[in-house]
């Protein structure tokens, strides 16, 4: 079970360079959005396929997500994963928190209502104008960030971010500040799998990731692992082969 929703501590657009993530199949349609969005000073990531599209999403951060609905079926991360509804649904299940913004020509009562119930934070039909598009990003990106938890749990690890206590049942952990952290990134993503990529840039503050960095990151992190989980036979550090970390229940 995932301890809380990402944080939406958003700057004003144009500023810092906000990340948008663009979903969409069409590659006319996919450009024509990226040079849009670029030319008002966003930094744009394009996907084609949901199951990119989820891995980016629950590995990078992102200030916003562009969901086209109709996505091509293809291979899927999850056995339910065949369009834009199943990615935004299985997005929410793992505590995605980004605002989802659905571009699709898709036009029926009954497909709005889908689409939002299913955790979009606003609905566009095609054919739209590109500065309304902007305007309803702008206002997702302004709205207020989530409260932050004073105390994050996760079945019986608890990490007091006050304090800076974190206990796992009734045993008092004690851990370098590098480690509580890392621990405290991979709390605030619990269920998401984090990259070394990720972790490089938002814990250890580097802009880019090299070989000796990714041997400090497997250090810590495989020392973490020895102090949260050792005489526990529920283990909560683990490593996804090839993508990079989670802190969850099971793998």
Aim: aromatic share 4%.
């Amino acid at each position: 079970m995932p301890m809380s929703a990402q944080t939406r501590g958003y700057p004003a657009a144009g500023t810092d360079a906000q990340r948008v993530l663009i979903v969409e199949d069409e590659p006319k349609v996919a450009s024509a959005l990226r040079e849009g969005l670029e030319s008002e000073g966003y930094r744009v990531v394009v996907e084609s396929t949901g199951e990119g599209a989820f891995r980016r999403a629950t590995t990078e951060p992102f200030e916003a997500i562009l969901l086209d609905l109709g996505l091509t079926p293809g291979p899927r991360v999850e056995p339910t994963m065949r369009d834009g509804i199943d990615v935004l649904r299985t997005l929410r299940s793992r505590n995605v928190d980004t605002p989802v913004l659905i571009l699709t020509a898709r036009d029926g009562l009954e497909q709005r209502v889908l689409g939002l119930d299913s955790g979009a934070d606003d609905y566009l039909v095609r054919p739209f104008a590109f500065e309304e598009m902007l305007a309803r990003l702008r206002a997702l990106l302004r709205r207020p960030p989530i409260p932050e938890a004073v105390r994050l749990e996760l079945l019986d690890l608890s990490i007091d971010l006050v304090h800076r206590v974190v206990t796992r049942g009734d045993e008092p952990i004690d851990l370098t500040l590098r480690e509580f952290e890392l621990l405290v990134y991979l709390a605030r993503h619990a269920a998401q799998v984090v990259s070394r990529d990720t972790l490089a840039r938002d814990v250890w503050k580097e802009p880019s990731r090299f070989t000796s960095l990714d041997n400090v990151i497997d250090v810590h992190v495989a020392r973490l692992r020895k102090k949260i989980d050792m005489n526990h036979s529920t283990k909560l550090i683990h490593t996804v082969r090839g993508v990079g970390f989670m802190l969850g229940s099971d793998a």
